[in-house]
Structures are given as structure tokens and as C-alpha cells.
């Protein structure tokens, strides 16, 4: 059954376009807490409680009061926690014995965009069953509780000091990070005022860049999405390392102290390596994005591996059905599902402090081990509905480099789930080769498909 509304992570939009506008996001929350009213489980005479929380966007306010209205009108009550990481609004859920937790939030885009992503009781995401009777509800009529059943509101004062404490205790008790400097990048987004006192806390010297947030510029030239900042922020302060999160906090890509960036893929096989030093890692879960050689380096330690689709939604689905414990993107999201039942960048960075401090080494030689294989990713501008997969000249481009890589390389194509663009990826052992395999199968898209 397809989804009308939500996507792979929630519902997301620009701001005052449907769907993400107040009537619109009213009609959600109203939705939504029926269906948390008809499933019951609750004791007789009480009624069902929700967390909502968000990242620093101007639009956070608007949107916030929208779902309160919504969720209040079905009589359900609302617990606010304000400017907040969306995994801290996963834990505080589960913590609360609540019933379900709102994030409002478009993660990395810009500003002006926003979203409205759910999680379960249990602090993952909805499954698609509940997401489906949601759709069903947002266009049926609403029918406000009678004033004495109306659901009520209250802010959680003490939310952020119990999500810090949270995300210490995943950090190993016989170790601290005393004797190190780290540049925390924030993105002006919701973690601004939780990561840096996490990492002070457990003894590190922090310096704080991307934390003044106005509005605005959220991810604005800092953040997991724009790491020049923090590459040249750890070089300019002689820090040890840097951490980049991005706007809601739930992705992190980390710096050397020589400024040199390292990506999802590589901070996972950090902490699956120092997992795997103390007992067996039944598997880890990557994306078709993954890079070859973390799958290639997971095959010589005889860990199973498997790709789902892009999306840490379909990492964690893939984790559940395996029974495995670690995965993640390239682009930061790292799941550690003995720590935190989503994916949260705070956490992944602890996992790899950790492995630092056991090894006893610097960053550049815990990370450096696992070289990345030359990747290029071309988007391609395409029509909408255009049937790609059936163009003979991009097959033929396609298998003509397939043949030239052989086992030394891979390509992906692959259409964004949000705009008219094909992604064209290649990767091999030779870059230059690879960029000109990449550039061979995107100019015969472009010949073909024309964008409209």
C-alpha cells in the first residue's frame, strides 16, 4: 500500500506549501492521536501522551502549535520539550512511557523546508501500518473531544539535562576524554546547546562552532552537510578531532587533527572493529551507497554484510529482520542498537571515542585504515515519469563500464525520491577511471532524458 503523504522519513516539505502548512499539520496531529485513542492499552479514565520536539527553524513555532491543537482537539496530551535532537525526542518517549514522539524537523535541508516524522512507544519508527491509518484519518472530519476530555499540554523542564546523562551513560564508565581538544560543529541546529556539554562533561576541552542559532541558518556553511568549517576550525584551534552533526543531530561525520574528513563508512567500521575485538558481530548493514571497500574489509573479518535501500529506515528494518546490532549511510546516520534504538550522531561519536581511547591511538590511525574507494556521484536532470530503465543507449553505457570495472568497481543508478534527478554512481579502485566512467553514463542520460 503506498504512502499519500508520508514519505521514507515522515512528512516533509517548504514551509507554507502543502503539506506543510498549520491546517495541514493540525489535521496530522488530530489524525494521529486518534489513531493512538483507538488502539488503546491505555488504563481506563487516562488518556494518551505524545512528545513533541524540534530542531531551531523559525517555522518550529508555527508548527509546534499546530500539533498541539491537533493532538489536544482528539484528546490526547502533549508533553513539549522544545529545541531538541531527533534521537534525544526517540529516548525521552520510550523514558516517558509515552505513546508516541513527534520530531518537527527537515534534518539537513535547508531552513525553509520542515517535517513532521513520528516514533513508536519503543522510540523507533511507525510501523507502516500505524503511518497508513494516520493517511486515512488526515482527510476525514474532524470532531474536537468535549472540553472535558480535551487533551492537555506541559513542558518537560528537565528534557535536556536527562537526554545528556543519556548519552554519557553509553559511553564506558572506566573511561574519559580528558587530554583531548575537540571542535564540536553544531549546525545551529538542535543539539547547540546538548553536544557540546556531552563531550565537556566526560572531560574533554570543547570548542563549540555552529551553536548561535537564530532561525535561520540552520546547516547555513557548518554542519555534517558543509564540513569546511570544522575541517579548518580543528587545524586553526590545533584540536585533536572535530565532530560535524547535521541539523537535527541524528547524522556525524568527524575530522583528524590534520583537518582530513572521514564519512559514515568509516566511523562504522570503527566501532563494529572495537565491537568485534570483544565478541562477534553477527553483521552490519549498509545502503547501496556504501562504499566497497567497508564491504570488502567486513568480508576479511568474516562479518556477514548486507545493502538496503538509501534511507536509515530501510538500515534499521534490515538490522530487525537480521537480528544484527550495527549499520548506517555514508552520510553519517550510524545505527548502534545496543546503545540507542535509532540512529543518533552524539551516540556514534562516543562509540568512536571509545574505540580511540581503547586503542590508544589518534583518530587519523583508528580511521585511516579502512581507504575509501574513489566514488563520484553525477544527478542528472530527468523527466518526470521517465522510463530510464528501459533506454537502450544508458543500458548500453551502463554495461559498457560494468565491462571495464569488472569486479574492480560497481555503478548504481538510481532516481531521487524527492526531485526530478537520476543519480549516476560510480566507484572503482582508479579514480581517474572511475570519474570518466561516471561522466560516460551521465552524458548519455542527459542525451536522453529531458528534464520538464
Given at each position: 500500500?503506498?504512502?499519500?503523504?508520508?514519505?521514507?522519513?515522515?512528512?516533509?516539505?517548504?514551509?507554507?506549501?502543502f503539506?506543510?502548512?498549520?491546517?495541514?499539520v493540525m489535521?496530522?496531529?488530530?489524525?494521529?492521536?486518534k489513531?493512538?485513542?483507538?488502539?488503546?492499552?491505555?488504563?481506563?479514565?487516562?488518556?494518551?501522551?505524545?512528545?513533541?520536539?524540534?530542531?531551531?527553524?523559525?517555522?518550529?513555532?508555527?508548527?509546534?502549535?499546530?500539533?498541539e491543537?491537533?493532538?489536544?482537539a482528539?484528546?490526547?496530551?502533549?508533553?513539549?520539550?522544545?529545541?531538541?535532537?531527533?534521537?534525544?525526542?526517540?529516548?525521552?518517549t520510550?523514558?516517558?512511557?509515552?505513546?508516541?514522539?513527534?520530531?518537527?524537523?527537515?534534518?539537513?535541508?535547508?531552513?525553509?523546508?520542515?517535517?513532521?516524522?513520528?516514533?513508536?512507544a519503543?522510540?523507533?519508527?511507525l510501523?507502516?501500518?500505524?503511518?497508513?491509518?494516520?493517511?486515512?484519518?488526515?482527510?476525514?472530519?474532524?470532531?474536537?473531544?468535549?472540553?472535558?476530555e480535551?487533551?492537555?499540554?506541559?513542558?518537560?523542564?528537565?528534557?535536556?539535562?536527562?537526554y545528556?546523562?543519556?548519552?554519557?551513560?553509553?559511553?564506558?564508565?572506566?573511561?574519559?576524554?580528558?587530554?583531548?581538544?575537540?571542535?564540536?560543529?553544531?549546525?545551529?541546529?538542535?543539539?547547540?546547546?546538548?553536544?557540546?556539554?556531552?563531550?565537556?562533561?566526560?572531560?574533554?576541552?570543547?570548542?563549540?562552532?555552529?551553536?548561535?542559532?537564530?532561525?535561520?541558518?540552520?546547516?547555513?556553511?557548518?554542519?555534517?552537510?558543509?564540513?569546511?568549517?570544522l575541517?579548518?576550525?580543528?587545524?586553526?584551534?590545533?584540536?585533536?578531532?572535530?565532530?560535524?552533526?547535521?541539523?537535527?543531530?541524528?547524522r556525524?561525520?568527524?575530522?583528524?587533527?590534520?583537518?582530513?574528513?572521514?564519512?559514515?563508512?568509516?566511523l562504522?567500521?570503527?566501532?563494529?572493529?572495537?565491537?568485534?575485538?570483544?565478541?562477534?558481530?553477527?553483521g552490519?548493514?549498509?545502503?547501496?551507497?556504501?562504499?566497497?571497500?567497508?564491504?570488502?574489509?567486513?568480508?576479511?573479518?568474516?562479518?556477514?554484510?548486507?545493502?538496503?535501500?538509501v534511507?536509515?529506515?530501510?538500515?534499521?528494518?534490515?538490522?530487525?529482520?537480521?537480528?544484527?546490532?550495527?549499520g548506517?549511510?555514508?552520510s553519517?546516520?550510524?545505527?548502534?542498537?545496543?546503545?540507542?534504538?535509532?540512529?543518533?550522531?552524539?551516540?556514534?561519536?562516543?562509540?568512536v571515542?571509545?574505540?580511540?581511547?581503547?586503542s590508544?591511538?589518534?583518530?587519523?590511525?583508528?580511521?585511516?585504515?579502512?581507504?575509501?574507494?574513489?566514488?563520484?556521484?553525477?544527478?542528472?536532470?530527468?523527466?518526470?515519469?521517465?522510463?530510464?530503465?528501459?533506454?537502450?543507449?544508458?543500458?548500453?553505457?551502463?554495461?559498457?563500464?560494468?565491462?571495464?570495472?569488472?569486479?574492480?568497481?560497481?555503478?548504481?543508478?538510481r532516481?531521487?525520491?524527492t526531485?526530478?534527478?537520476?543519480?549516476?554512481?560510480?566507484?572503482?579502485?582508479?579514480?581517474?577511471?572511475?570519474?570518466?566512467?561516471?561522466?560516460?553514463?551521465?552524458?548519455?542520460?542527459?542525451?536522453?532524458?529531458?528534464?520538464?
Amino acid at each position: 500500500m503506498s504512502r499519500k503523504y508520508f514519505g521514507t522519513d515522515g512528512v516533509r516539505g517548504r514551509v507554507g506549501e502543502f503539506p506543510i502548512t498549520p491546517d495541514f499539520v493540525m489535521r496530522l496531529g488530530y489524525s494521529a492521536g486518534k489513531v493512538l485513542l483507538e488502539r488503546g492499552g491505555m488504563p481506563a479514565g487516562e488518556r494518551p501522551g505524545v512528545l513533541i520536539g524540534k530542531d531551531t527553524r523559525i517555522s518550529g513555532y508555527m508548527l509546534e502549535s499546530a500539533l498541539e491543537a491537533g493532538f489536544s482537539a482528539a484528546g490526547v496530551d502533549v508533553c513539549l520539550v522544545g529545541p531538541m535532537p531527533t534521537p534525544a525526542v526517540a529516548y525521552l518517549t520510550r523514558a516517558l512511557r509515552l505513546q508516541a514522539g513527534i520530531v518537527i524537523s527537515a534534518s539537513h535541508n535547508p531552513y525553509y523546508d520542515n517535517g513532521i516524522k513520528f516514533f513508536s512507544a519503543q522510540g523507533t519508527k511507525l510501523p507502516d501500518d500505524v503511518e497508513h491509518a494516520i493517511e486515512a484519518g488526515i482527510d476525514q472530519e474532524m470532531r474536537c473531544a468535549p472540553s472535558g476530555e480535551l487533551g492537555r499540554a506541559r513542558r518537560i523542564e528537565d528534557a535536556r539535562g536527562r537526554y545528556i546523562e543519556f548519552c554519557k551513560s553509553t559511553f564506558p564508565n572506566e573511561l574519559d576524554l580528558r587530554g583531548l581538544k575537540i571542535v564540536v560543529d553544531c549546525a545551529h541546529g538542535a543539539a547547540y546547546h546538548i553536544a557540546p556539554d556531552v563531550f565537556h562533561e566526560l572531560g574533554a576541552e570543547v570548542i563549540a562552532i555552529g551553536a548561535q542559532p537564530n532561525g535561520v541558518n540552520i546547516n547555513e556553511k557548518h554542519g555534517a552537510t558543509a564540513p569546511r568549517a570544522l575541517c579548518e576550525a580543528v587545524v586553526a584551534n590545533r584540536a585533536d578531532l572535530g565532530i560535524a552533526l547535521d541539523g537535527d543531530a541524528d547524522r556525524i561525520l568527524m575530522v583528524d587533527g590534520e583537518g582530513a574528513l572521514y564519512d559514515g563508512d568509516q566511523l562504522l567500521m570503527a566501532i563494529v572493529r572495537s565491537r568485534a575485538a570483544k565478541a562477534p558481530v553477527r553483521g552490519v548493514v549498509g545502503t547501496l551507497m556504501t562504499n566497497l571497500a567497508l564491504e570488502r574489509a567486513l568480508a576479511e573479518m568474516e562479518i556477514p554484510f548486507v545493502r538496503a535501500a538509501v534511507g536509515d529506515r530501510y538500515v534499521v528494518e534490515a538490522l530487525h529482520r537480521n537480528g544484527w546490532l550495527y549499520g548506517g549511510e555514508n552520510s553519517g546516520h550510524i545505527l548502534a542498537l545496543d546503545r540507542h534504538s535509532t540512529g543518533d550522531g552524539i551516540i556514534a561519536g562516543l562509540q568512536v571515542l571509545a574505540a580511540l581511547r581503547e586503542s590508544g591511538g589518534d583518530l587519523k590511525s583508528l580511521l585511516g585504515g579502512l581507504p575509501l574507494y574513489p566514488q563520484k556521484l553525477i544527478n542528472v536532470p530527468m523527466s518526470k515519469g521517465f522510463a530510464w530503465q528501459d533506454n537502450a543507449a544508458i543500458r548500453a553505457a551502463r554495461e559498457a563500464v560494468e565491462l571495464r570495472l569488472g569486479a574492480r568497481g560497481r555503478v548504481l543508478l538510481r532516481p531521487s525520491g524527492t526531485e526530478p534527478l537520476l543519480r549516476v554512481m560510480v566507484e572503482g579502485e582508479d579514480a581517474e577511471e572511475v570519474f570518466a566512467a561516471a561522466e560516460e553514463i551521465a552524458g548519455a542520460v542527459r542525451a536522453t532524458a529531458v528534464a520538464g
